[in-house]
């Protein structure tokens, strides 16, 4: 298993420029989490979803935008880039059969800078 | 809302030193308590965790105890090695999501 797996590395960015971070997991799970961690903070959730055709908005939505068409994949898409959104981004899953709360698994982070 | 407070870092310490990174949390109901480490370059895994009052985490020496009546889950280790140098993270989870603090950097010299 590759578990979860995230494109680009590092990406440089324009304002106003827009890309979408690519977040894949082979574990059949059915729930996946955007993550950003600013320098020297703790991690703010920005989407979830918990299957195929449902997400939800988490703490830090606001300038972003996902999808979830499969259950593997759910990418992250910024439209319009700004220098707020410099962060490094973690995309992770897991599996839930209830509502207690299971380890994630976390990919290895993508790097954005916006200039 | 539910929160997680960590102690800031960063945490220096000496090789064989004994080390505690202190997490207390604020939340309804009974959530999970976690601790996940984060090495240079790398995401975040899952070190430890527990489920309910009283019990224990434990995995690669670092263990925690679940503390209902201080609201406590902090990080021990008895004697700490260069490769533990990492940020750590605690966690809680609230319904179907994880509360994370805002992490303790850890410095382990020789």
């Known amino acids: 298993n590759a578990g979860v797996t995230q494109t680009p590395k590092f990406r440089i960015l324009k304002i106003g420029q827009s890309m979408t971070l690519q977040c894949t997991q082979d574990m059949n799970h059915n729930y996946m989490y955007w993550y950003r961690q600013d320098p020297g903070m703790g991690l703010k959730l920005i989407y979830y979803?918990?299957?195929?055709?449902?997400?939800d908005k988490g703490e830090v939505p606001n300038g972003y935008n996902v999808s979830r068409s499969t259950t593997e994949d759910f990418p992250l898409r910024l439209e319009l880039a700004a220098p707020s959104q410099t962060s490094v981004y973690f995309c992770?899953?897991?599996?839930?059969?209830?509502?207690?709360?299971?380890?994630?698994?976390f990919g290895p982070g993508t790097r954005l800078l916006v200039l | 809302g539910d929160s997680v407070t960590q102690m800031e870092g960063p945490v220096t310490l000496s090789e064989e030193a004994f080390l505690t990174i202190n997490c207390t949390y604020t939340?309804?109901?009974?959530?999970?308590l976690f601790w996940y480490v984060q090495y240079p370059g790398e995401g975040l895994q899952l070190l430890l965790k527990a489920t309910k009052a009283d019990d224990k985490g434990s995995n690669k020496g670092f263990e925690a105890t679940y503390r209902k009546e201080t609201t406590s889950f902090h990080l021990e280790k008895g004697s700490v090695q260069v490769s533990d140098s990492a940020v750590y993270f605690c966690a809680l989870s609230s319904t179907d999501k994880l509360i994370f603090g805002t992490g303790t950097r850890l410095q382990v010299f020789p």
């Open positions: 992770a899953s897991n599996f839930l059969a209830g509502k207690s709360q299971e380890t994630q698994y």
């Open positions: 939340a309804t109901g009974y959530p999970s």
């Open positions: 979803s918990v299957g195929a055709g449902i997400t």
